[in-house]
C-alpha cells in the first residue's frame, strides 16, 4: 500500500512535504555565511590599521631622531673645524713673533740680523706648514701634467720634456695637489 504523505498542523493537506528553508520552531537561525565574512574582514582591516599606525609611529620616530642626528653631525663638524682652525693659528704666532722681530731689526739697520731673522722665520713657517701635511712638489726629472704647470719650453741641451727651471714652487697638502709647480722644460736643441 503506498504511503500517502502526512501534513504537518500548519500546512495546507496536500502540499508535498519540501525541505524547510527557514528555522523550524524553537531553533535559532544561523548566520548567514556572508555576515561573518564581514566580521572576519572587519577584523582583518582593524589589524592592518593597527599595523599601519605602528609603522608611521616608527618611521616618525626614526626622522625625527636622524634630524637630530643630521644636527649634532653638522654642530660637532663646525666645531672641529674651529678647534682646527684654532691649533693652526696657535703654531702661526710664533711665526708672527719672529716677523715682528725681523722687522724691529730692519728698523734698527743690522743687516746681518736682518737676513738671519727673515731666515728664521721663512723655516718655522715652513716646519709648521709641514706638520700640517704640506709638501713640496718634486720637479727634478720629467714633467707631469698631474703636479707641474709649463710656462715655457726652452731649447736645452737638456732630455726633451724635463724640467730645467721652476719659476714658482708647488705644493701638496696630503693626496691633493693644492698648487702645481710652474717649470720651465726643455724643447729639442735648435738646429745650427
Known amino acids: 500500500m503506498p504511503q500517502t504523505p502526512r501534513h504537518q498542523p500548519g500546512e495546507p493537506p496536500g502540499s508535498p512535504e519540501t525541505p524547510s528553508t527557514g528555522p523550524l520552531r524553537g531553533q535559532q537561525a544561523?548566520?548567514?555565511?556572508?555576515?561573518?565574512?564581514v566580521e572576519e574582514e572587519t577584523s582583518e582591516l582593524k589589524a592592518l590599521q593597527k599595523e599601519r599606525d605602528e609603522l608611521l609611529d616608527t618611521l616618525q620616530r626614526v626622522q625625527a631622531e636622524f634630524d637630530n642626528y643630521r644636527k649634532r653631525a653638522a654642530r660637532d663638524q663646525q666645531s672641529?673645524?674651529?678647534?682646527?682652525?684654532?691649533?693652526?693659528?696657535?703654531?702661526?704666532?710664533?711665526?708672527?713673533?719672529?716677523?715682528?722681530?725681523?722687522?724691529?731689526?730692519?728698523e734698527a739697520h743690522e743687516e746681518a740680523k736682518l737676513e738671519e731673522g727673515v731666515a728664521l722665520v721663512a723655516r718655522s713657517f715652513a716646519e709648521v706648514l709641514r706638520k700640517e701635511g704640506l709638501e713640496e712638489v718634486h720637479t727634478d726629472g720629467k714633467f707631469d701634467?698631474?703636479?707641474?704647470?709649463?710656462?715655457l719650453s726652452q731649447p736645452s741641451e737638456a732630455e726633451e720634456g724635463s724640467v730645467i727651471e721652476v719659476l714658482q714652487k708647488g705644493y701638496r697638502l696630503g693626496d691633493r695637489v693644492i698648487r702645481p709647480a710652474r717649470v720651465v722644460i726643455a724643447s729639442a736643441p735648435e738646429a745650427p
Not at 548567514?32 to 565574512?37: A, G, L, R
Not at 702661526?92 to 713673533?97: A, G
Not at 701634467?145 to 710656462?151: I, Q, R, T
Request: proline share 10%.
Open 30 to 37: 544561523s548566520p548567514p555565511v556572508e555576515n561573518t565574512e
Open 80 to 106: 672641529l673645524v674651529a678647534r682646527a682652525h684654532e691649533r693652526l693659528v696657535k703654531e702661526l704666532l710664533p711665526v708672527l713673533d719672529d716677523l715682528e722681530r725681523a722687522l724691529e731689526a730692519a
Open 145 to 151: 701634467p698631474h703636479v707641474h704647470e709649463a710656462l
